[in-house]
């Protein structure tokens, strides 16, 4: 399946967006394991997962062409 990735602040500097292919994953819970093996400096960072704009507190289904960001901590004001 595949999904685009989109990413923001210091993510951007280490992930380019783009589409990528993510196989027989279908959540985000495992969608942030594959992406912390790929990328292991997102392992050291707090960063919040969006999916189809909308931010997601906890397990979410991934569907095929889905929108995903990464975001850091952000504060409003």
Not at 9 to 34: L, M, P, V, W
Request: with cysteine; charged share 20%.
């Amino acid at each position: 399946m595949e999904v685009k990735l989109i990413c923001f602040g210091r993510i951007a500097e280490i992930i380019e967006n783009k589409n990528i292919e993510i196989s027989d994953i279908t959540e985000t819970d495992e969608f942030k394991i594959h992406i912390e093996s790929l990328y292991p400096a997102l392992k050291t960072m707090k960063y919040k997962i969006a999916v189809n704009q909308e931010l997601i507190q906890q397990n979410t289904p991934i569907t095929s062409n889905a929108i995903i960001a990464l975001m850091p901590p952000f504060s409003g004001g």
